[in-house]
């Protein structure tokens, strides 16, 4: 089954106690980002990954590290969380698919949420 | 000023009811666009991407409006199913993502 998995998906921890989120595809994708999703914010995206070994800052990301070692491995790292980084969080990979006229876009498939609380 | 703004709601529609959603989004430079689906939590799943034509998908029709700058999603005959948060989503410069923060919709029978 194609699918995204991350680990742990609940998770309660305190301050300054360096934690890694795990994300994983079996669908051979090149695109992996992370989200958080705060209320009333939506969504926004963490770091990117184009491939093995090439990643990008999204919006918002301080205090978080990412690294790309494999392709379908992309953990998110938290050397030391703080309260607001409490949030839920999203991990997505992506495939290119093709318009059916002229164009490509960028298809997202999301993992089940990992819920993080830092106290 | 956000780059994807919904109108939160929630819309609260009975049964076999047409619902419009409408989405804007501020940079014009922006890709492709498209509407997910968030069930309480869980993770988004797309419903539909939106093609500059505009396309239709059984009882849903996205548009897009790159002049006006909105993407509107308009589902006819309202299912209980279809109770959901809709996310309006931008995609820049292929990589970068913009999500709305949701549109609720709640179906009543």
């Known amino acids: 089954e194609a699918q995204v998995t991350q680990n742990p998906r609940y998770l309660i921890t305190v301050t300054g106690k360096k934690l890694t989120v795990t994300c994983s595809q079996n669908m051979n994708h090149e695109y992996m980002s992370w989200y958080r999703q705060d209320p009333g914010l939506g969504l926004r995206q963490i770091y990117y990954s184009m491939n093995v070994e090439v990643t990008d800052k999204g919006d918002v990301p301080e205090g978080y590290k990412v690294s790309r070692k494999e392709k379908r491995n992309f953990p998110l790292i938290l050397e030391s969380p703080s309260p607001n980084q409490t949030s839920l969080y999203f991990c997505?990979?992506?495939?290119?698919?093709?318009?059916?006229?002229?164009?490509?876009?960028?298809?997202?498939?999301f993992g089940p949420g990992t819920r993080l609380t830092v106290l | 000023r956000k780059e994807v703004e919904q109108d939160p709601g929630p819309f609260n529609v009975p049964e076999g009811a047409t619902v419009a959603f409408n989405c804007t989004y501020s940079n014009s430079a922006s890709q492709s666009f498209f509407w997910y689906r968030q069930d309480c939590r869980k993770e988004p799943k797309l419903l539909m991407s939106?093609?500059?034509s505009g396309n239709e998908d059984g009882r849903f029709t996205a548009q897009l409006n790159r002049a006006s700058q909105y993407i509107s999603l308009l589902i006819r005959d309202s299912k209980l199913s279809d109770s959901a948060t809709y996310l309006c989503?931008?995609?820049?410069?292929?990589?970068?993502?913009?999500f709305g923060s949701g549109t609720k919709l709640n179906v009543k029978p």
């Open positions: 997505a990979s992506s495939r290119v698919r093709e318009f059916s006229t002229s164009g490509s876009y960028n298809e997202q498939f």
């Open positions: 939106v093609y500059s």
């Open positions: 989503v931008v995609n820049f410069n292929f990589n970068k993502f913009y």
